[in-house]
């Protein structure tokens, strides 16, 4: 069985963190799948997929650590050619792919406790952003 839909968000850039645990556990329920596989696939070049324990103060250490990989202020040849400033936001979303797979056991996420599935915008604007969730088992 596979069964897919089409998350839509707003995110407000800069490395924005959104948990969307509980949209994609829906979806999963919403599918009949009780053991099998969930792809989440952000569409876009400027965002991730990933997990993380999505409390305010790891949000804030892991904007951190991205400044430091890929400063949003340092110019790209990106920024140089197009003129949008936004070489940074590639870089990120490079560097942390664009989807997970997580195990469904039981008709459930198989997720530790503070594990929760996040969508990370890196765009410098806000815009609206889709992820794909498709869900594939029995």
Same mark, same amino acid.
Do not use: Y
């Given at each position: 069985?596979?069964?897919?839909?089409?998350?839509?968000?707003?995110?407000?850039?800069?490395?924005?963190?959104?948990?969307?645990?509980?949209?994609?556990?829906?979806?999963?329920?919403?599918?009949?799948?009780?053991?099998?596989?969930?792809?989440?696939?952000?569409?876009?070049?400027?965002?991730?997929?990933?997990?993380?324990?999505?409390?305010?103060?790891?949000?804030?250490?892991?904007?951190?650590?991205?400044?430091?990989?890929?400063?949003?202020?340092?110019?790209?040849?990106?920024?140089?050619?197009?003129?949008?400033? #936004?070489?940074?936001?590639?870089?990120?979303?490079?560097?942390?792919?664009?989807?997970?797979?997580?195990?469904?056991?039981?008709?459930?996420?198989?997720?530790?406790?503070?594990?929760?599935?996040?969508?990370?915008?890196?765009? #410098?604007?806000?815009?609206?952003?889709?992820?794909?969730?498709?869900?594939?088992?029995?």
């Amino acid at each position: 069985m596979v069964h897919g839909e089409e998350i839509t968000l707003s995110a407000k850039g800069h490395s924005d963190v959104i948990d969307i645990t509980e949209r994609v556990a829906k979806i999963v329920r919403a599918s009949g799948v009780r053991e099998g596989l969930v792809a989440v696939h952000v569409t876009g070049s400027t965002a991730s997929i990933t997990t993380i324990e999505c409390e305010p103060a790891l949000v804030a250490d892991f904007r951190d650590l991205l400044e430091r990989l890929a400063p949003s202020d340092k110019p790209t040849r990106h920024g140089d050619t197009w003129g949008d400033d #936004n070489g940074f936001s590639h870089l990120r979303a490079s560097l942390m792919g664009p989807g997970i797979t997580v195990p469904v056991r039981a008709g459930r996420l198989v997720l530790g406790t503070w594990q929760q599935i996040v969508l990370v915008d890196h765009d #410098n604007r806000p815009r609206e952003r889709q992820a794909f969730v498709q869900v594939v088992g029995e």
